[in-house]
């Protein structure tokens, strides 16, 4: 199976993901973010660096789906290929930020790319505010993240939810303001049950209250 999670700069991916993946024994995929080299020159000039991420982003993610597509493991992977071309590309392209020339030859490259992969077995949403995405950011302090304006946050923020309203795969949403994951064990299990409800048609004996209207 291929799990996917997906969510804003700062909504918790990463930590879900090793989580997930210590509990259920998956295989974890994660983002190339302390790699990258494009990363740093990115967030200092936009305009300049935005094509060149994107393009760099769009080749490890599919590579990563080409590589699952052929692996008999169960993968949790740390954000979707679909994110880069529906949020973060077109996100830069409406902000001045990517010219119309290369968002056009970054989207024709995407949709070759969709026409030989298939959507996740089930994709996990951590929807999250402004204020949370912030402190997020500026507790795990990456200094090339400072410069991350809120209104570049906010945009993204617009984007994932038009593209969750339009999803048509297998979709669990959690709400990152309220389920605190990492440092809660009984979060962490409302989540699993959520998971194990979605794949295997396990539910828990007690019901669910916990958070908001997508994830009672």
Do not use: C
Request: net charge negative.
């Amino acid at each position: 199976m291929h799990i996917a999670i997906a969510g804003n700069i700062g909504s918790g991916k990463t930590t879900l993901t090793k989580m997930l993946a210590k509990h259920y024994g998956w295989t974890p995929r994660f983002e190339s973010v302390e790699y990258n080299p494009y990363l740093e020159d990115f967030y200092a000039d936009m305009s300049r660096w935005s094509f060149n991420l994107q393009i760099y982003f769009l080749n490890k993610r599919f590579q990563d789906v080409v590589e699952i597509s052929k692996s008999n493991e169960t993968i949790i992977q740390d954000r979707t290929i679909y994110e880069d071309a529906r949020i973060f590309a077109p996100n830069l392209h409406e902000q001045g930020n990517m010219s119309d020339r290369d968002f056009a030859n970054y989207s024709d490259l995407f949709d070759l790319m969709m026409s030989l992969v298939k959507m996740p077995d089930l994709l996990i949403y951590l929807r999250s505010s402004i204020p949370n995405l912030v402190a997020q950011i500026q507790k795990r302090g990456r200094e090339y993240e400072s410069s991350i304006r809120l209104d570049y946050l906010q945009g993204l923020n617009d984007k994932y939810e038009k593209w969750i309203n339009d999803y048509k795969g297998k979709l669990l949403i959690i709400d990152a303001d309220h389920v605190k994951f990492e440092g809660n064990p009984q979060d962490f299990q409302f989540i699993t049950n959520k998971i194990d409800a979605e794949l295997y048609g396990l539910f828990p004996f007690e019901e669910e209250t916990k958070v908001g209207n997508e994830v009672k």
